[in-house]
């Protein structure tokens, strides 16, 4: 029978677990009946390095490939992918082939040379939660969405950053052959065939912008000082010497969240590091890092990160608490 067609764009300066990762998967499926022809094409055909250094190996320039009958499209992202998308014959062999696939998709940052090649608009797509803010600025015609591990729109499919491209492929597997093949790719490959959570539980980097005046960077590092005390807004308004009324206006337009969501926001990352690090009862946490009571922290931390503390905690506790 005739194999699907899975085409996996590369270009210099891209994130190889993009593409690795992914390719497994469908190999993988391959194997149980998936009749998957994985093939690789770069704007040149040979030795195309990655961001990290790790040279691998194109099979096929865009020009030796034809762009029809492709099956699934899977664009690697990466650092590199700024370049890439101002590559004229690039984008136009993207568009071509996206336009007779039966799915287009994009890992990580991968989504900048779909939105490029004029393929999202009005789709709702994610990216790593890093780049959201510049896919929102840049591509206002896109609903940007970097809570899930992965979206599918239609027949797009995008993923957030590097590692989401195998939950991704796993689940383009899962739409060929079923769950019970796609949950045998998984054991494996020893990956969860549906992560839970989302993207927020594995950042602890702020998501807000940076505060542009000292009133509000007083503020902020009031907070960031003791994420356990009381921070009311008149509590902030005296570190920042503003009126409550002034500092909650001036707090929302600098950081682009509200007095009480970024207080929020710090406590739930305090909480998750202690999580981490080491075995503190959950009450003792929840305390410490002003929730109050355990309740209050699992339940923020579901509204948040879309799983427990104590699954957080069991999931990315660090090798040297143990």
Known sequence: ????????????????????????????????????????????????????GLVLHAEHSLAERDPAGVDTLVVAGGR?????????????????????????????????????????????????????????????????????????DGRIWTSAGVTAGMDLALALVEDDLGRDAAHAVARELVLFLRRPGNQAQFSVAMATRPPATDPIRAAVAAIQADPGARHSVLDLATHAALSPRHLQRRFTAETGVTPAGYVEQVRVEAAQRSLAEGDEPLEAIARRHGFCTAETLRRTFHRRLGVAPSEYRARFRSTTAL
Not at 82 to 102: I, Q, S
């Open 80 to 152: 590199g992918v700024d370049r890439a998308r101002e590559d004229p014959e690039l984008v136009g062999w993207v568009r071509e082939a996206a336009a007779g696939a039966r799915r287009v998709a994009s890992v990580c940052s991968g989504v900048f040379l779909l939105a490029a090649a004029g393929l999202l608009e009005g789709r709702r797509v994610t990216t790593h939660w890093a780049r959201e803010r510049q896919l929102a600025a840049e591509h206002p015609e896109i609903a940007a969405d970097c809570g899930p591990i992965f979206i599918r």
């Open 1 to 52: 029978m005739t194999k699907r067609r899975i085409v996996f764009v590369i270009f210099d300066g891209f994130q190889s677990l993009d593409l690795v990762g992914p390719y497994e998967v469908f190999q993988h499926g391959d194997r149980l009946g998936g009749r998957y022809a994985c093939e690789i094409v770069a704007p040149t055909g040979g030795a195309v390095r990655s961001r990290s």
